[in-house]
């Protein structure tokens, strides 16, 4: 078989932590637009799956840790000893008010 004629498929499949959220979250969505300061709009990611993730945060048993690739590397995302849930709409509404004043 000669492998210059062979052309690669590509597969588009679910991350396993987005896959082992019993919510649904594509946490990768989000975060990525909480990085690069687009708070409003990660909070309307996060909440389109799940519309109460400040609940969710606290109740969740958390699968998506046993189930993150990281943990073949190094170690993976802990997402339940991160930030407090509900972090993000209150950067959302500081932003609201900083808009308001001007």
Request: glycine share 4%; aromatic share 8%; net charge positive.
């Amino acid at each position: 078989m000669h492998y210059g004629t062979q052309r690669p498929d590509y597969v588009d499949f679910l991350l396993p932590c987005n896959d082992a959220c019993p919510a649904g979250e594509n946490s990768q969505a989000w975060r990525a637009l909480a990085q690069d300061k687009q708070y409003e709009a990660a909070w309307r990611e996060r909440v389109a799956d799940n519309p109460m993730p400040s609940i969710h945060g606290r109740v969740c048993y958390h699968p998506c840790e046993e189930a993150c690739n990281r943990k073949h590397t190094d170690s993976t995302v802990a997402r339940r000893f991160g930030r407090p849930q509900p972090t993000l709409s209150r950067a959302v509404e500081k932003l609201r008010q900083k808009q308001n004043k001007l």
